[in-house]
């Protein structure tokens, strides 16, 4: 299978010399085409920060990442840009939609960034509309629709120029329930379906047992992966919760 | 404490603040200047004559003072709530702090204070530089000498502390009005924007746009063809067409523009189009009524910039023609219930030993049956009757002029042309009028005869150069009729005489004027209201004129420049507070993949887009004002303004193109600070 993401040995550092911070201290992992894998871990132990540095926001101190056979820590600025553009998707937060501009819009202005053909926006736009069951939207603006609608939308905006990852940090932070059901049953689609390669990041159990995989960071390091095999998503989010209270426990019988 | 936070407000901002203290510093500049006119008497060498006229310029620019104060009041009002909303989050901070509102109002109060303070003294500063550039304007302008010497005038000093002092004090107080109003959870959470509701019907823009274009149109039209008739009672009309639709077009540019590209897909899907052109509505839906404004204040601005800079050439153009003579002495006695005793104005020997010619011409007013004037002059009436200016009330008599062949004949060899030869029986209707020309040779064609006192004249035309027939302050814009030198009239109902002089000495001008002067005043003392005169050198004639010229000329300036200072200014201010809403907007752009060169590109056509739309628009206005204002000189006999109007247009153009260089680095800078 391909190897769409390989991070070796990554550090990041901030501050200066009068005060350090180690956020990331040496990962190393891989994600393979069409996995679904998430990052759980407490606030403050770096799980936004790495994936800041995946996706070319922000460059690690030292270590390296290859996506898809580029090794983005050696790319210049235009380069990054460029290659953020075409190569990656992104899923944010706090959906980040233009209040100015329709659903549909929005989705065609990852397409129009990259230059592509005017005449086959429309198509493409509908295509992906339809794999996220967006479609009704479609003509409205964000503050039509509802919370659940609105990162559907984004989703398809990150999805729509077909991405080698997809990367989301804490997609359902600002939904309900339900909304949040309908977008991870939605990501889940895309992952079986189309084989939408997906790293997500969250601190929320429910969400992370959508993921195939889980890798849990503390303190800037992964500290444990746990697989779903075969389990349901039901057991698998009963093993999540496990590892989960070893957190509060004592760090010793964790590592 | 307090001050100090201040002060260190001001140092960190200064860059955000810069336009505004920009158009401070030059608002205090202009307004120094342009008051130290009184000082400026004191260095040039001028005739008492041109005192006078800058004595008159002093006092119009105290009431344009009084006018342009107001207008930069508003401005800076404007522009200081502007800069205080966007410090919304910051006085939330202050508030969350426990900091009273009074202790805040205080910081606003000190920063104000700096930079009040530094924009007076840099503005004066600069007003004294360019004080003394306008001193060096004025000579050239009167063309006079210069004995340059350092120009200071206190009291502008005075005044422009006063003045200023005040705005600042008033937008202080709005200041703390606004302050008083916030509200902590506003303020915390300034940057959740509210959604804007976007109408649907996006047709009706069309529509709209359709309907202002055709109240522009009409507008035009008349201001085009019949710029007379909009002087007098259409006037209301056409401005008022005008306005609506500018308004109008404003109001449906945004929807219509929206509509128009979005129909075209390629332009539409390209880059970060679709983004800019959504921004702009916004931008212009929300504005539009500033916009309008700000287009009319530049087609104001533009209007006077080219009066004032075109009138000068153009009076000086029509002077040498004005004044045949070295002096002219002209008197005119009127009848009131009994005819008029003629009186032969007595020359003193002084007088008429200093002349190398010597002319005395008369003129008489005959009062003619108005069924009569109508029938022969049926052209000239009507022209007038179109015009509706000068008509007064319907009389059974209608007044014609008549002058002698030799008298006029004295003037045209004078001048250096061919005198004329006119018949018993024949009368040739003379003007300085351009506007009368036509309508005479039609009454001329129809060979009509005109009958007056027993007379019988049959209407000739000959090819006479434009000429005036004494150096006269007034322009006479009616017709005269030549006839024989054997035909006189009784009881006339008025008698005009001039003595027409060239001095043999150039320096003898003044005083014969004065020795014919103490005649008049000593011969007609007793006369009262039936009697009227003037007296004029060419030079006391050149110097009226360029007095109006000058005035005009800075009156001109002034009002145009802080028109357009105001009206850029506002749309400055307007889209960097624009971009500093829309710092959340590029970031979102940046995070799903447009890199730097993309966002500024589309930075540049939204700020592009929005200046020159009313730019534009003011320059078509402009088009049709210009060639309105030229029509309307033209009866004065005066040529085309063109030559002001390219260089208000350059002007214009320059300033226009600063602020917009200031306001995209300002945007830039404000979209991508972290």
Same mark, same amino acid.
């Given at each position: 299978?391909?190897?769409?993401?390989?991070?070796?040995?990554?550090?990041?550092?901030?501050?200066?010399?009068?005060?350090?911070?180690?956020?990331?201290?040496?990962?190393?992992?891989?994600?393979?085409?069409?996995?679904?894998?998430?990052?759980?871990?407490?606030?403050?132990?770096?799980?936004?920060?790495?994936?800041?540095?995946?996706?070319?926001?922000?460059?690690?101190?030292?270590?390296?990442?290859?996506?898809?056979?580029?090794?983005?820590?050696?790319?210049?600025?235009?380069?990054?840009?460029?290659?953020?553009?075409?190569?990656?998707?992104?899923?944010?937060?706090?959906?980040?939609?233009?209040?100015?501009?329709?659903?549909?819009?929005?989705?065609?202005?990852?397409?129009?960034?990259?230059?592509?053909?005017?005449?086959?926006?429309?198509?493409?736009?509908?295509?992906? *509309?339809?794999?996220?069951?967006?479609?009704?939207?479609?003509?409205?603006?964000?503050?039509?629709?509802?919370?659940?609608?609105?990162?559907?939308?984004?989703?398809?905006? !990150?999805?729509?120029?077909?991405?080698?990852?997809?990367?989301?940090?804490?997609?359902?932070?600002?939904?309900?329930?339900?909304?949040?059901?309908?977008?991870?049953?939605?990501?889940?689609?895309?992952?079986?379906?189309?084989?939408?390669?997906?790293?997500?990041?969250?601190?929320?159990?429910?969400?992370?047992?959508?993921?195939?995989?889980?890798?849990?960071?503390?303190?800037?390091?992964?500290?444990?992966?746990?697989?779903?095999?075969?389990?349901?998503?039901?057991?698998?989010?009963?093993?999540?919760?496990?590892?989960?209270?070893?957190?509060?426990?004592?760090?010793?019988?964790?590592? | 404490?307090?001050?100090?936070?201040?002060?260190?407000?001001?140092?960190?901002?200064?860059?955000?603040?810069?336009?505004?203290?920009?158009?401070?510093?030059?608002?205090?500049?202009?307004?120094?200047?342009?008051?130290?006119?009184?000082?400026?008497?004191?260095?040039?060498?001028?005739?008492?004559?041109?005192?006078?006229?800058?004595?008159?310029?002093?006092?119009?620019?105290?009431?344009?003072?009084?006018?342009?104060?107001?207008?930069?009041?508003?401005?800076?009002?404007?522009?200081?709530?502007?800069?205080?909303?966007?410090?919304?989050?910051?006085?939330?901070?202050?508030?969350?702090?426990?900091?009273?509102?009074?202790?805040?109002?205080?910081?606003?109060?000190?920063?104000?204070?700096?930079?009040?303070?530094?924009?007076?003294?840099?503005?004066?500063?600069?007003?004294?530089?360019?004080?003394?550039?306008?001193?060096? *304007?004025?000579?050239?302008?009167?063309?006079?000498?210069?004995?340059?010497?350092?120009?200071?005038?206190?009291?502008?000093?005075?005044?422009?502390?006063?003045?200023?002092?005040?705005?600042?004090?008033?937008?202080?107080?709005?200041?703390?009005?606004?302050?008083?109003?916030?509200?902590?959870?506003?303020?915390?959470?300034?940057?959740?924007?509210?959604?804007?509701?976007?109408?649907?019907?996006?047709?009706?823009?069309?529509?709209?746009?359709?309907?202002?274009?055709?109240?522009?149109?009409?507008?035009?039209?008349?201001?085009?063809?019949?710029?007379?008739?909009?002087?007098?009672?259409?006037?209301?009309?056409?401005?008022?067409?005008?306005?609506?639709?500018?308004?109008?077009?404003?109001?449906?540019?945004?929807?219509?523009?929206?509509?128009?590209?979005?129909?075209?897909?390629?332009?539409?899907?390209?880059?970060?189009?679709?983004?800019?052109?959504?921004?702009?509505?916004?931008?212009?839906?929300?504005?539009?009524?500033?916009?309008?404004?700000?287009?009319?204040?530049?087609?104001?601005?533009?209007?006077?910039?080219?009066?004032?800079?075109?009138?000068?050439?153009?009076?000086?153009?029509?002077?040498?023609?004005?004044?045949?003579?070295?002096?002219?002495?002209?008197?005119?006695?009127?009848? =009131?219930?009994?005819?008029?005793?003629?009186?032969?104005?007595?020359?003193?020997?002084?007088?008429?030993?200093?002349?190398?010619?010597?002319?005395?011409?008369?003129?008489?007013?005959?009062?003619?049956?108005?069924?009569?004037?109508?029938?022969?002059?049926?052209?000239?009436?009507?022209?007038?009757?179109?015009?509706?200016?000068?008509?007064?009330?319907?009389?059974?008599?209608? =007044?014609?002029?008549?002058?002698?062949?030799?008298?006029?004949?004295?003037?045209?060899?004078?001048?250096?042309?061919?005198?004329?030869?006119?018949?018993?029986?024949?009368?040739?209707?003379?003007?300085?009028?351009?506007?009368?020309?036509?309508?005479?040779?039609?009454?001329? !064609?129809?060979?009509?005869?005109?009958?007056?006192?027993?007379?019988?004249?049959?209407?000739?035309?000959?090819?006479?150069?434009?000429?005036?027939?004494?150096?006269?302050?007034?322009?006479?814009?009616?017709?005269?009729?030549?006839?024989?030198?054997?035909?006189?009239?009784?009881?006339?109902?008025?008698?005009?005489?001039?003595?027409?002089?060239?001095?043999?000495?150039?320096?003898?001008?003044?005083?014969?004027?004065?020795?014919?002067?103490?005649?008049?005043?000593?011969?007609?003392?007793?006369?009262?209201?039936?009697?009227?005169?003037?007296?004029?050198?060419?030079?006391?004639?050149?110097?009226?004129?360029?007095?109006?010229?000058?005035?005009?000329?800075?009156?001109?300036?002034?009002?145009?420049?802080?028109?357009?200072?105001?009206?850029?200014?506002?749309?400055?201010?307007?889209?960097?507070?624009?971009?500093?809403?829309?710092?959340?907007?590029?970031?979102?752009?940046?995070?799903?993949?447009?890199?730097?060169?993309?966002?500024?590109?589309?930075?540049?056509?939204?700020?592009?887009?929005?200046?020159?739309?009313?730019?534009?628009? !003011?320059?078509?206005?402009?088009?049709?004002?210009?060639?309105?204002?030229?029509?309307?000189?033209?009866?004065?006999?005066?040529?085309?303004?063109?030559?002001?109007? !390219?260089? *208000?247009?350059?002007?214009?153009?320059?300033?226009?193109?600063?602020?917009?260089?200031?306001?995209?680095?300002?945007?830039?800078?404000?979209?991508?600070?972290?």
């Amino acid at each position: 299978m391909k190897q769409v993401l390989n991070v070796q040995n990554i550090e990041k550092y901030y501050g200066n010399k009068d005060n350090l911070t180690k956020a990331i201290d040496g990962i190393t992992f891989d994600i393979n085409e069409g996995e679904f894998v998430g990052i759980m871990g407490p606030s403050g132990s770096g799980k936004t920060t790495l994936l800041n540095c995946v996706s070319t926001i922000d460059k690690v101190t030292s270590g390296n990442i290859v996506i898809d056979d580029t090794n983005i820590t050696e790319l210049k600025k235009q380069k990054l840009s460029k290659f953020r553009r075409e190569q990656l998707g992104f899923i944010f937060q706090d959906f980040n939609l233009l209040d100015t501009l329709t659903a549909f819009e929005n989705i065609a202005l990852a397409l129009t960034i990259q230059k592509v053909n005017p005449k086959k926006i429309d198509a493409q736009v509908k295509e992906v *509309a339809k794999k996220l069951d967006i479609e009704e939207v479609l003509p409205k603006y964000p503050y039509q629709m509802s919370g659940g609608q609105r990162q559907r939308v984004a989703a398809a905006r !990150a999805l729509v120029h077909n991405p080698s990852l997809i990367l989301a940090d804490e997609p359902t932070g600002a939904l309900d329930s339900k909304s949040s059901r309908m977008l991870l049953e939605s990501l889940e689609k895309l992952n079986k379906e189309y084989n939408s390669t997906i790293l997500l990041v969250t601190h929320d159990t429910f969400t992370a047992s959508f993921c195939d995989r889980i890798l849990f960071i503390k303190d800037g390091k992964i500290f444990n992966e746990i697989y779903k095999g075969n389990q349901s998503r039901k057991q698998f989010f009963d093993q999540i919760i496990e590892v989960v209270t070893l957190l509060g426990g004592d760090i010793s019988n964790v590592l | 404490m307090y001050f100090k936070i201040a002060l260190q407000n001001v140092r960190k901002s200064f860059q955000d603040y810069f336009i505004y203290f920009l158009t401070l510093a030059f608002s205090v500049c202009l307004f120094f200047a342009f008051n130290s006119f009184t000082e400026q008497q004191a260095v040039i060498e001028m005739t008492t004559s041109q005192s006078e006229i800058m004595k008159l310029l002093t006092e119009i620019m105290g009431y344009m003072s009084v006018f342009v104060a107001v207008v930069l009041c508003f401005l800076i009002m404007y522009a200081n709530s502007f800069l205080v909303r966007r410090r919304k989050k910051e006085f939330g901070t202050y508030m969350l702090l426990g900091m009273e509102k009074s202790k805040m109002a205080r910081i606003l109060l000190y920063e104000t204070f700096i930079i009040g303070l530094l924009s007076l003294v840099v503005g004066i500063v600069f007003g004294i530089a360019l004080s003394q550039v306008l001193t060096i *304007a004025t000579a050239s302008l009167f063309e006079v000498q210069l004995n340059y010497r350092f120009v200071f005038s206190f009291e502008a000093l005075i005044l422009t502390i006063l003045c200023f002092g005040l705005v600042f004090f008033l937008a202080m107080l709005l200041n703390i009005v606004i302050l008083s109003k916030f509200k902590l959870i506003d303020l915390l959470y300034a940057d959740r924007k509210n959604e804007e509701i976007h109408i649907k019907y996006v047709g009706i823009y069309v529509l709209i746009f359709i309907v202002s274009l055709v109240c522009l149109g009409v507008s035009y039209y008349h201001a085009w063809t019949d710029p007379f008739n909009v002087l007098g009672n259409k006037f209301i009309f056409v401005v008022s067409f005008g306005c609506i639709g500018t308004l109008l077009f404003f109001l449906s540019l945004a929807g219509f523009m929206l509509r128009f590209v979005s129909s075209s897909k390629k332009l539409y899907y390209k880059g970060l189009n679709m983004f800019v052109l959504k921004e702009v509505n916004a931008s212009i839906k929300s504005n539009f009524i500033s916009m309008s404004f700000v287009c009319i204040l530049l087609l104001l601005s533009i209007g006077a910039l080219c009066t004032g800079l075109s009138l000068n050439a153009t009076i000086n153009k029509s002077l040498k023609q004005s004044t045949p003579y070295d002096v002219s002495v002209e008197y005119r006695q009127y009848r =009131e219930d009994t005819p008029i005793e003629v009186i032969e104005l007595q020359l003193p020997d002084s007088v008429k030993d200093d002349a190398s010619i010597l002319r005395v011409q008369k003129k008489v007013a005959i009062g003619i049956p108005t069924a009569e004037y109508n029938n022969v002059f049926e052209h000239v009436v009507n022209h007038y009757a179109n015009r509706e200016i000068g008509m007064t009330e319907q009389s059974n008599y209608e =007044e014609l002029s008549f002058i002698h062949e030799s008298d006029f004949n004295d003037v045209l060899t004078d001048q250096g042309y061919k005198p004329i030869e006119i018949k018993k029986n024949e009368l040739v209707p003379y003007t300085t009028s351009v506007q009368l020309r036509d309508p005479i040779s039609k009454d001329i !064609a129809n060979k009509r005869t005109l009958n007056v006192q027993g007379y019988t004249f049959s209407l000739k035309e000959i090819d006479l150069p434009e000429m005036t027939l004494a150096s006269s302050p007034l322009i006479d814009n009616s017709f005269i009729c030549v006839v024989d030198d054997e035909i006189e009239f009784d009881d006339p109902t008025f008698i005009y005489h001039a003595i027409n002089i060239n001095a043999k000495d150039e320096t003898k001008h003044d005083a014969i004027r004065e020795a014919l002067e103490n005649e008049i005043t000593e011969q007609f003392s007793n006369k009262g209201y039936t009697f009227s005169y003037f007296a004029s050198t060419r030079q006391d004639i050149y110097d009226g004129n360029k007095g109006t010229s000058v005035i005009v000329t800075y009156v001109g300036i002034y009002l145009g420049i802080v028109f357009m200072l105001s009206s850029v200014t506002l749309l400055a201010l307007q889209q960097l507070t624009k971009a500093n809403d829309n710092k959340k907007r590029y970031l979102i752009l940046n995070k799903i993949g447009a890199d730097d060169v993309m966002m500024n590109r589309a930075l540049f056509k939204q700020l592009c887009i929005y200046f020159f739309i009313p730019l534009a628009l !003011a320059l078509v206005h402009s088009f049709v004002g210009i060639h309105f204002v030229d029509a309307i000189i033209m009866t004065t006999g005066r040529s085309s303004i063109l030559e002001g109007s !390219a260089i *208000a247009c350059a002007i214009l153009l320059l300033i226009y193109g600063c602020y917009f260089v200031v306001t995209y680095v300002g945007a830039k800078k404000i979209i991508h600070s972290k």
